[in-house]
Nanobody, 125 residues
Framework: QVQLVESGGGLVQPGGSLSLSCAVS????????MTWFRQAPGKERNFVAA????????YYEDSMEGRLTISRDITKNTVFLQMNALKLEDTGVYYC??????????????????WGQGTQVTVSS
């Protein structure tokens, strides 16, 4: 079992920055992919960024690459998502997820076994 707890969301103006955290507890297998998804109101959960727990390889959603940095601190069992130059369309609930997934399914929400409760990010002027 893996437990995930997100934090760091809030209200930010367009162009601003936020740093999200995902505290991980339980059994973390080296093969796990740790991923952030965003769910806007009335829409499905969409892939944002992922990091391989073992080797730290990172992957980003194409339209957001350059504005995001995903990282992990193995000593603290925490995954981070730094978001810069935020846009109105970045608004949504951000979820942290974990699973052992193959590359072709990394961006699919249904591939993940474990989820946090989510943290709200609102970009508004």
């Amino acid at each position: 079992q893996v437990q995930l707890v997100e934090s760091g969301g809030g209200l930010v103006q367009p162009g601003g920055s936020l740093s999200l955290s995902c505290a991980v507890s339980g059994t973390i297998w080296p093969s796990y992919t740790m991923t952030w998804f965003r769910q806007a109101p009335g829409k499905e959960r969409n892939f944002v960024a992922a990091i391989q727990w073992k080797d730290g390889d990172v992957y980003y959603e194409d339209s957001m690459e350059g504005r995001l940095t995903i990282s992990r601190d193995i000593t603290k069992n925490t995954v981070f998502l730094q978001m810069n130059a935020l846009k109105l369309e970045d608004t949504g609930v951000y979820y942290c997820a974990a699973a052992a997934v193959i590359a072709s399914r990394r961006g699919l929400a249904e591939s993940y076994d474990y989820w946090g409760q989510g943290t709200q990010v609102t970009v508004s002027s």
